[in-house]
T-cell receptor, first 114, second 115 residues
Framework: DQQVKQNSPSLSVQEGRISILNCDYT??????FLWYKKYPAEGPTFLIS?????DKNEDGRFTVFLNKSAKHLSLHIVPSQPGDSAVYFC?????????????FGKGTHLIIQP | EAGVAQSPRYKIIEKRQSVAFWCNPI?????LYWYQQILGQGPKLLIQ????????DSQLPKDRFSAERLKGVDSTLKIQPAKLEDSAVYLC?????????????FGNGTRLTVT
């Protein structure tokens, strides 16, 4: 039973355009959501997060949107740059109920075309 | 600040052999996690420590996997005996405090191949 789902294994976007990566979750106890970026042969690197008390968080070119009623979040990258080509993982945790290890989706491979 | 250190980077063993991985978290980070990432999947939590105590090991295959965090700093993850399906990248991560709104910081992982 996958509690965090990223339904697009890959996404190709032209340089300078907007990249939109989507993530759905099923566990209503999740209250903290993160996006990680991963290059080959490296560990995941934290990108941006959002708490369930917010519906938007922005950091430079990266914005995360959270729709709690739809159990959906998205990551927007504007403008997309060649260095953004990587695998992006959506992750979630329940902060108050005990252990807070992250549950990850399978990832979306973002390819930025020149 | 130095990141999460893991060793070795790569390990190749035969099935039924044993293997151990080492992790040194970011200085001062009380919470430490071990994740398993199989090719094409997202990382899956194996075990979480708070200082030297286990917080969650519900997904750790305890018949063959064990982990310890003596003195609340470094940690080792052991597999004995290894199976073919254990081939994966083993990631260690740390965080300053449990239940805090702060991200996990990952090491570069150990890639295990079981033949």
């Amino acid at each position: 039973d996958q509690q965090v789902k990223q339904n697009s294994p890959s996404l190709s976007v032209q340089e300078g355009r907007i990249s939109i990566l989507n993530c759905d979750y099923t566990n209503s106890m999740f209250d903290y959501f993160l996006w990680y970026k991963k290059y080959p042969a490296e560990g995941p690197t934290f990108l941006i997060s959002i708490s369930s008390i917010k519906d938007k968080n922005e950091d430079g070119r990266f914005t995360v949107f959270l729709n709690k009623s739809a159990k959906h979040l998205s990551l927007h990258i504007v403008p997309s740059q060649p260095g953004d080509s990587a695998v992006y993982f959506c992750a979630a945790s329940a902060q108050g109920g005990g252990a807070d290890g992250l549950t990850f989706g399978k990832g979306t491979h973002l390819i930025i075309q020149p | 600040e130095a990141g999460v250190a893991q060793s070795p980077r790569y390990k190749i063993i035969e099935k039924r052999q044993s293997v151990a991985f080492w992790c040194n978290p970011i200085s001062g980070h009380a919470t430490l996690y071990w994740y398993q990432q199989i090719l094409g999947q997202g990382p899956k939590l194996l075990i979480q420590f708070q200082n030297n105590g286990v917080v969650d090991d519900s997904q750790l295959p305890k018949d063959r996997f064990s982990a310890e965090r003596l003195k609340g700093v470094d940690s080792t993850l052991k597999i004995q005996p290894a199976k073919l399906e254990d081939s994966a990248v083993y990631l260690c991560a740390s965080k300053a405090r449990v239940y805090s709104d702060s991200p996990l910081h990952f090491g570069n992982g150990t890639r295990l191949t079981v033949t």
